[in-house]
């Protein structure tokens, strides 16, 4: 494996733990409150922690895409659902299940052979402006071919989002390319048209993925998790000449990883453990699935806060609320009525 193959390997590997940990963080903050508005996250250092191990994640995933091709760098984003497991786990309170093991060995094991068979040196060549604009007009095309509505719009939302989002990817290895290159201008035509691609890609990547986990988690999360590296593999034998290795032999080699890590994708999504009896009575499910889709009714509520009674009519309760004023029974004088 070339120094420029194993620098993508290490880098990626410390984004998708901090992708897993802000995850989680996220998602332990959303149980703990209900009903938070933008103004409270903004105030609360948990949630600007994770804002931070997010960007943290981002940016050493452009910096993998500067030193490893897309056949590599993009599959290992799997490695965030791997290392959510335990990071979940313990944040749960429980043990890794079986299936999460199972998952976890395989995807792991798919990723080592699309290594050996996809590593190469560094990405030397970038995407043209009029072949930037054809990929992103074909992508936006088949995006749209995708939201039309009919059966299964998770799945088809999925798809689009995962390849809203590895073309992001494939476009933001060209824009790094491109700028970091001494024989050009920094602010090339190339290079602001790029950036402004990603962005519009990006951004629709997110939108879709919510879009597709609202009628269930393990399904869509699956189908972004592999349709975004399947988007940047095809840019990057096509377009930027990123072979794989050994011939028909690394052709097989990659394919049989393709589909060991996409077994293993599949049982860390579909995997929703029992909760453990000497831990937290909670059924979480995956910490990643959660953010990704997590809605008001989904998290866990905080404790009741203990109220006290002001005068007659009124609670006020202990939360900075203010008082919340509930009306008399008039057939049961000094009992409230429900909520």
């Known amino acids: 494996m070339s120094a420029a193959a194993l620098a993508a ?17 996220q998602e332990r903050l959303a149980a703990r409150s209900t009903g938070t508005g933008l103004l409270r996250l903004l105030g609360t250092g948990a949630w600007w ?25 993009q599959p290992l984003g799997a490695l965030t659902l791997v290392a959510a497991v335990p990071l979940g786990a313990r944040a749960a309170g429980r043990r890794v299940s079986a299936v999460e093991w199972r998952g ?34 074909a992508t936006a095309a088949a995006i749209g071919l995708l939201s039309w509505p009919g059966a299964r719009p998770g799945l088809r939302h999925a798809t689009a989002s995962g ?50 986990y609202r009628g269930g988690l393990g399904a869509p999360l699956a189908v972004v998790t592999l349709a975004n590296p399947v988007a940047a593999a095809v840019i990057g034998l096509s377009l930027l000449g990123q072979g794989l290795r050994g011939g028909a032999g690394g052709v097989l080699l990659a394919v049989a990883g393709a589909g060991l890590a996409a077994w293993g ?60 004023r509930v009306p008399r029974q008039p057939e049961q004088p000094g009992h409230l ?3």
């Open 9 to 25: 390997l290490g880098l990626s590997l410390v984004s998708a733990v901090a992708y897993a940990l802000a995850a989680v963080a």
């Open 49 to 73: 922690s994770a804002v931070g191990l997010n960007a943290a994640a981002a940016l050493l995933h452009v910096v993998a895409l500067k030193y490893g091709p897309l056949t590599v760098v």
């Open 104 to 137: 976890t060995a395989l995807t792991l094991l798919g990723l080592a052979a699309l290594l050996v068979a996809a590593s190469g040196p560094a990405p030397s060549r970038v995407l043209s402006l009029p072949a930037a604009l054809l990929v992103a007009g």
């Open 163 to 212: 390849f809203a989002s590895g073309v992001a990817s494939a476009l933001t290895q060209t824009v790094t390319v491109a700028a970091t290159d001494r024989s050009g201008p920094v602010l090339s035509t190339e290079v602001i048209v790029g950036a402004v691609l990603v962005a519009a890609f990006a951004v629709g990547g997110l939108l879709l993925s919510q879009t597709a």
């Open 265 to 324: 994708v599949l049982l860390l999504t579909r995997a929703t453990p029992a909760p453990d009896p000497g831990g937290p009575a909670a059924d979480d499910e995956h910490p990643v699935a959660a953010v990704l889709a997590l809605e008001p009714g989904t998290a866990t509520a905080e404790p009741a806060l203990v109220a006290r009674r002001s005068k007659p009519g009124t609670v006020t309760g202990t939360g900075g609320e203010g008082p919340a």
């Open 337 to 339: 009525t429900a909520l």
